[in-house]
């Protein structure tokens, strides 16, 4: 049942070049229009959006995160993402032209599930991703789009996670499409370089022995730090959040730019820093991380740099370089995020712990 693995989540790590493509399949009619199924909204009713809210949490929550840049960025409309905990208690202003997306794996978190109830009780639309046929949050919602990665047993989400970025991508476009704020060119442009990733994703898969033996350097660290900019920002977030779910070990990412403004005041020597430096091409974003790594690196810090193929600026401030497939910026959390989810389940496996059934967790969480 685990395909040879010693954890469901590893399995579920190696299935991700399937998941990103399964959730890919049947998306595009025969005149290379984007298409989804279970789009219930019409075209209508969402040229009529001004508002986008994501909703979610966790894991889920990232993946919101990492929406907000393709959606801005692809259909110009506000978008902002919060927590669905948070959701509700602040009185969000909620109107018939806003759309809610809540993002959820299982179907059912009863913090997400609240939110969208919400919204719906203030007359706004709410479309769900979601990967569990059936569940509560996507009968609760207007429309729905589901992602296509199996059933997830391993408590930490990963092939989740990739399929999630899959369908906010392919939300965001549909919505360019409807909205007609990209060209039809455009939008068959980034469906192709959807189409590649799951061969990118594999090719960071072959990689795996590289990260486990930078694991297997880590073993005695107490805290481990993460750092990203842009999309990559979340990227840093979710590899934090797998190691204290996993290693127990306290992580934290940040944001690169935020370094200066306090957390440097925590690197020491030898503190192992994980950076997801951007593409090349996007220069001002890269040059600023490379200045970020600089000064961790000055004050003592491991870095260890997440970098696309072919960057060889990082090299002299880098200990260890972990080579990423060249893919646009907007993309590369699908990438990115992998060697972190191997680490983690890696860092977790060889300090003894459980990695499917992590101590106090739960798959899904139905209380708020
Ligand atoms: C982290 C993790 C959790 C979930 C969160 C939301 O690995 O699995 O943070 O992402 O509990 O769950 P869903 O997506 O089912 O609503």
């Not at 001002?284 to 072919?310: H, N, P, W, Y």
């Not at 101590?359 to 899904?364: E, G, I, M, W």
Request: aromatic residues 6%.
């Amino acid at each position: 049942e685990k395909d040879g693995h010693d954890w469901f989540m590893r399995k579920e790590i190696h299935e991700q070049p399937h998941a990103v493509a399964d959730s890919l399949l049947g998306r595009r009619t025969p005149e290379g229009l984007l298409h989804l199924d279970e789009m219930r909204l019409t075209d209508q009713e969402l040229r009529s959006i001004d508002k986008i809210i994501i909703i979610a949490c966790g894991t889920s929550f990232y993946a919101g995160m990492v929406a907000k840049y393709a959606i801005e960025h692809w259909t110009r409309t506000p978008c902002e993402v919060e927590l669905a905990s948070e959701f509700r208690y602040r009185d969000p202003i909620l109107t018939p032209s806003t759309l809610v997306v809540a993002i959820s794996q299982s179907g059912e978190t009863a913090d997400t599930l609240q939110a969208i109830r919400h919204a719906r009780t203030q007359h706004s639309r709410v479309l769900a991703i979601c990967n569990t046929n059936g569940s509560t949050i996507p009968r609760e919602s207007d429309a729905v789009i589901y992602t296509h990665a199996g059933p997830e047993i391993g408590v930490a989400s990963t092939k989740g996670f990739l399929t999630q970025l899959v369908a906010c991508y392919l939300l965001a476009l549909y919505l360019a499409q409807v909205k007609g704020t990209l060209y039809g060119d455009e939008i068959g442009n980034v469906l192709d370089q959807l189409h590649e990733m799951p061969d990118h994703i594999q090719r960071v898969l072959d990689g795996e022995q590289q990260v486990y033996d930078l694991a297997k350097e880590h073993t005695g660290s107490r805290s481990v730090l993460f750092l990203g900019r842009h999309a990559g920002y979340p990227v840093a977030l979710e590899g934090a959040l797998k190691l204290k779910e996993l290693a127990y070990l306290h992580a934290e990412g940040f944001a690169a730019g935020e370094l200066k403004h306090g957390p440097i005041a925590l690197i020491e020597q030898d503190l192992p820093v994980l950076c997801v430096v951007p593409p090349q091409g996007r220069d001002q974003l890269r040059e600023k991380m490379i200045s970020g790594i600089q000064e961790v690196r000055a004050r003592g810090a491991r870095t260890i740099c997440l970098v696309e193929d072919g960057d060889e600026a990082i090299a002299p401030y880098a200990d260890v370089l972990i080579r990423l497939p060249k893919v646009p910026v907007l993309l590369q959390p699908l990438v990115a995020v992998v060697p972190l989810q191997l680490f983690a389940c890696e860092l977790a496996t060889l300090m003894g712990h459980d990695v499917d059934q992590p101590r106090n967790l739960a798959k899904s969480v139905t209380v708020e």
